[in-house]
């Protein structure tokens, strides 16, 4: 009976992430208790059994959000803010639960996304596009376990997958600031194999991105084109292969930077990003026991030009071995298993880290679901470390069908400095006090509580976090010295509040984050709003041919620094329109309007954001079974 039932699960998650050729006019269908999650332990699991903070988009809500930078999309899920600096391209960070960008870890089927040419090794999001996405969970918190213990929170995205058959598509759109996206996809697949490539290539003219007056007037574009191609291939009833590759070029116009040699200012600048990742993978699925073996490298090259010269350059790779297993044939149990041995280098610098975990998650009980998990790694310069997590989660279920669920979960995890951040303080750039400073790693921990109330037309969700860093690493903004380390904890704790509801042919949805943080000083954190708030309400008629929706966002008491300074940021409020209609089952047309009410506002001190803009675009579609 187990067996089954975890063949079955696998199957519901292959169903799941299938979707239709076009979105056309199909109600999105809210998050159910029983929709299987793969994100929270690495094996499909029904949402009711997970006792962790997991929340899901699926390609219908990206397509009528219709933002073409997929963390404009994410942003409207609770505890998830994304501060951008300056328009498309333009550095951006996304927080979960008020912890930095680069402690969370952005995955695409399979591929880490992570830049060790980068600071932190953080992922480069500003050129992440929504096109082809078919799937994104966010798992909150220092929850990551089997993904690493640095992972304060995981972005987990899946392509877009194609129903049987040889499927295509076409999307071009127009709007402000001469923005032009043109995206195609094609798949196929039968019992024996599967494939699907994606092409996307989008250009703006952007608008200036700084309120400096001294560095310049004139508008900051981008360029970025990306390919993305996945492809499996079923050897016999129980192995499996599967291959992706994704090469992503983003060339971003900023203001100020200096001409080599010279050293003199200019507004000629040019950010340069090239990114190829490659992962192959081969999987064997006997039935109560699974293995998974993978090899995955991600290069990111980086150069920045002033006035046509090579300014700066950086080189990032990421090469990952990884071993995943389960065990489900096991009396009250499962167990997920495995091994990773990763080597970062930035430049000429290179580290490896060897990590082991084990999972348990009960299997005795059709109401109560529990996991205990540990991870041990081993850092070539920072030796050996230990981090855990547990989770609990008790379902009741309603005699009117609906159900009320309880849940916690507690971890734990490590970063070590990045070879970066040890490399500048060493280097001739650096000095007192940064230059004196040892760096340690941080450590941080979390815990949450939370309950859920689900029925057919609407669900309800409440949840109390609390976590810290300690002795975070951050650099040195007063007299720009290098790196330095927080005596101390960081800490971030709020609120989760949720709801959706389905009435007809209307779904509304709202969410808000209380989110309090702090540094050891007692100082807010940076650019960290106390107070996010998301409405949505979606239209569907005509036969559901016709879809409308609108978006509105809120932004309350964050602060940035500016200096030694602490400045306050504006509360600010956007709102977001659009629209489709399906003028046959292959052709669609739809419409933008971002920034309705052309709210002039500032997620970063100094940096422009967009006004108001229109965007209109079309989409068809092409199959063959």
């Known amino acids: 009976m187990k067996n089954n039932s975890r063949m079955r699960a696998r199957l519901i998650a292959c169903s799941a992430a299938a979707l239709p050729l076009l979105a056309v006019g199909a109600e999105p269908q809210p998050q159910r208790i029983d929709e299987i999650i793969i994100t929270s332990s690495r094996v499909p699991m029904p949402l009711r059994q997970v006792g962790t903070s997991v929340s899901v988009i699926t390609a219908e809500q990206i397509e009528h959000h219709g933002n073409l930078a997929l963390t404009d999309v994410l942003r409207q899920l609770p505890a998830v803010a994304t501060t951008n600096t300056g328009g498309a391209g333009k550095s951006t960070s996304l927080r979960v639960r008020g912890e930095e960008g680069f402690r969370t870890l952005a995955i695409i089927d399979g591929l880490r996304l992570s830049d060790p040419g ?8 500003e050129h992440l596009l929504s096109n082809g996405i078919g799937r994104v969970e966010i798992l909150r918190g220092p929850q990551g376990l089997s993904y690493g213990a640095d992972a304060g929170g995981i972005i987990n995205i899946s392509s877009r997958v194609f129903e049987p058959g040889l499927r295509a598509t076409v999307d071009a759109q127009h709007g402000r600031y001469g923005t032009q996206q043109v995206g195609a996809m094609i798949g196929a697949s039968n019992a024996r194999a599967d494939f699907s490539a994606a092409a996307t290539g989008y250009s703006t003219d952007g608008f200036n991105m700084s309120l400096d007056d001294n560095a310049g007037r004139d508008a900051d574009g981008y360029d970025n084109t990306t390919f993305h ?33 010279t050293f003199a200012p200019t507004h000629d600048c040019v950010g340069i990003l090239d990114q190829q990742a490659t992962r192959g993978a081969i999987g064997y ?16 090259d980086r150069d920045n030009l002033a006035n046509g010269l090579s300014a700066f350059t950086s080189e990032g790779e990421l090469k990952r071995w990884e071993y995943v297993g389960t065990a489900t044939g096991l009396p009250g149990l499962d167990l997920v298993f495995g091994g990773d041995l990763e080597e970062a280098a930035n430049g000429g610098v ?9 999972e348990a998650i009960s299997d005795f009980s059709d109401d109560l679901h529990l996991t205990a998990g540990a991870r041990h790694d081993d850092n070539d310069d920072f030796g050996t470390n230990s981090s855990y997590r547990v989770s609990g989660a008790y379902v009741h279920d309603l005699a009117s069908g609906s159900t009320l669920k309880f849940r916690s979960s507690y971890g734990t995890g490590f970063r070590a400095p990045s070879p970066y951040e040890i490399a500048y303080n060493a280097g001739s750039f650096a000095y007192p006090p940064a230059s004196l400073v040892k760096l340690r790693q941080e450590t941080s921990k979390g815990h949450e509580f939370g309950v859920d109330f689900d029925t057919q037309t609407f669900q ?13 690493i951050f650099f040195d903004l007063d007299t720009f010295s290098g790196y330095l380390q927080d005596i101390g904890r960081s800490t971030s704790k709020g609120i989760e509040l949720s709801a959706v509801a389905s009435l007809v042919r209307w779904r509304l949805t709202a969410n808000h984050t209380w ?23 979606s239209y569907f008629g005509m036969d559901e041919r016709l879809n409308l929706n609108a978006f509105y966002r809120f932004s309350r008491d964050s602060v940035d620094q500016v200096g030694a300074a602490l400045v306050p940021l504006d509360d600010f409020a956007v709102l977001d329109l659009s629209a489709t209609w399906s003028v046959t089952d292959t052709v669609q047309l739809y419409g933008r309007l971002e920034n309705a009410l052309d709210e002039d506002y500032r997620e970063v001190a100094g940096f422009n954001t967009a006004g108001r803009a229109a965007y209109v675009g079309f989409r068809m579609a092409y199959s063959a079974l």
């Open 118 to 125: 980068t600071p932190q090794i953080a992922p480069p999001l």
């Open 229 to 261: 191609l996945r492809g499996g291939l079923n050897l016999g009833e129980a192995w499996r292969i599967d291959l992706v590759h994704r090469d992503v070029s983003g060339d971003t116009e900023y203001d100020t930077c200096n001409v080599p040699v």
């Open 285 to 300: 699925d006997g039935g109560s026991i699974t293995h998974s073996l993978s090899y995955a490298t991600t290069r990111t």
């Open 350 to 358: 290179g580290r490896d880290n060897t990590g082991m975990y084990l």
């Open 460 to 472: 309800l969700a409440a949840t109390w976090f609390d976590q810290d860093v300690e002795d975070a």
């Open 515 to 537: 989110n309090d943080t702090a540094l050891p000083n007692g100082q807010p954190r940076r650019r960290r709003p106390e107070h996010l708030t998301n409405f949505g309400v």
